[in-house]
């Protein structure tokens, strides 16, 4: 199995800024991709995801504030929040993707992190 452990969150004053980091160990096999999401009103919304070839995307949210990274050697993904505001406030929850043989046609597994809290005041 995979676990994600995940970390960086914490409470912020609107405007500051956070970096969330998630580790992955186990038994990993082709990492397709890794990311975050998190659950506005139980209705889970992309932050951020990274490929295995470095393409990267964003929630409409948080485009321009958000910068997703990855250390593939460590199995590890980084999200530098900056400019943060109210309603990033939520719980935010790593996410990996990953396939037995290549990611382009192959089926993926999907796991879950436990959720890092993010708290951003006014």
């Known amino acids: 199995q995979v676990q994600l452990v995940g970390s960086g969150g914490g409470l912020v004053h609107s405007g500051e800024s956070l970096r969330l980091s998630c580790t992955a160990s186990?038994?990993?096999?082709?990492?397709?991709?890794m990311g975050w999401y998190r659950q506005p009103g139980q209705q889970t919304e992309l932050v951020a995801t990274i490929t295995n070839d470095g393409t990267t995307n964003y929630g409409d949210s948080v485009k321009g504030r958000f910068t997703i990274s990855r250390d593939g050697a460590k199995d590890t993904v980084y999200l530098q929040m900056s400019s943060l505001k109210p309603e990033d406030t939520d719980v935010y929850y790593c996410?990996?993707?990953?396939?037995?043989?290549?990611?382009?046609?192959?089926?993926?597994?999907?796991?879950w992190g436990r959720g890092t809290q993010v708290t951003v005041s006014s």
């Open positions: 186990g038994t990993i096999f082709n990492i397709c991709s």
């Open positions: 996410n990996l993707k990953m396939a037995k043989g290549p990611c382009s046609g192959s089926v993926t597994s999907n796991f």
